[in-house]
């Protein structure tokens, strides 16, 4: 209970009458002790969580990070309990961070970007990042409440099979081409080989066909020297 007393006095600044207000802050301090324990729950969970948990204003400016966040370095806090997270980003992921989590700021759109981001023993770690707004009764935006989930074992497994199946994909189309050439070859030589083989079929035949001329001529020419020489024999005949 808290009081404050007055004395009214009249023109001459003689005591009038006292007025004394009464305020019962029972309520008020009951709730502040309950925004409070509300608060340390919500940092104890925060903190038993495996992901990078952090909050932010609605102008987008960060002021927690949960204990996770000393497994990270480069989010440094300023005096006044905010964060400047920019600088624990890989610098090739920076401008696309910092676009992505501007444009749902001011959408009020989900926040959702991968990134690398750096490591106390200065490696950086691919992290799956997403914010969402939490709004009042009128739609405005109060708070920003996020996670940074390590997707970097998923990521690296990620590659490991894109690089396979590219690797695959190159192999199967250089045997393609292997097969192919082997096809090509093959009918190439195929069509060499029937050409050789009618070559030969034609050879064989005007071989043949010379053969028997020669034969029938010479058997013509037998024919006709027997028939001089028994031109009178009647034997022939019978």
């Known amino acids: 209970v808290h009081v404050n007393a007055a004395i009214l006095r009249d023109g001459a600044g003689n005591p ?10 029972s309520s008020r301090v009951a709730a502040e002790q309950t925004l409070r324990q509300s608060e340390q729950r919500w940092h104890q969970l925060a903190d038993a969580m495996p992901q990078l948990v952090w909050t932010a204003e609605p102008d987008g400016t960060v002021d927690y990070f949960n204990r996770r966040q ?22 090739d ?11 749902a700021v001011a959408t009020g759109d989900v926040y959702e970007v991968t990134h690398r981001v750096r490591c106390v023993d200065g490696t950086f770690r691919w992290l799956l990042s997403r914010g969402v707004p939490l709004r009042d009764a009128a739609g405005r935006i109060v708070k920003w409440f996020g996670t940074s989930t390590d997707i970097h074992e998923e990521r690296l497994l990620q590659a490991q099979l894109s690089e396979a199946q590219e690797t695959l994909e ?29 070559t030969e079929r034609r050879l064989v035949a005007r071989e043949l066909h010379d053969e028997a001329g020669q034969a029938l001529t010479a058997i013509r020419l037998q024919l006709a020297l027997i028939e001089r020489e028994h031109s009178g024999d009647e034997t022939l005949v019978r």
């Not at 292997?178 to 070859?185: N, Q, V």
């Not at 190439?188 to 029937?194: A, D, G």
């Open 16 to 25: 009038l009458r006292s007025v004394a207000v009464i305020e019962d802050f």
């Open 70 to 91: 000393g497994e990270y370095s480069g989010q440094i806090r300023g005096a006044d309990g905010r964060w400047q997270w920019v600088t624990a980003v890989h610098p």
């Open 170 to 198: 190159s192999r199967v189309a250089e045997r393609t081409a292997e097969l192919e050439r082997a096809r090509k070859h093959l009918l190439e030589h195929s069509r060499h080989v029937v050409e050789i083989q009618e």
């Open 93 to 103: 992921d920076v401008e696309t961070t910092v676009a992505t989590w501007n444009r």
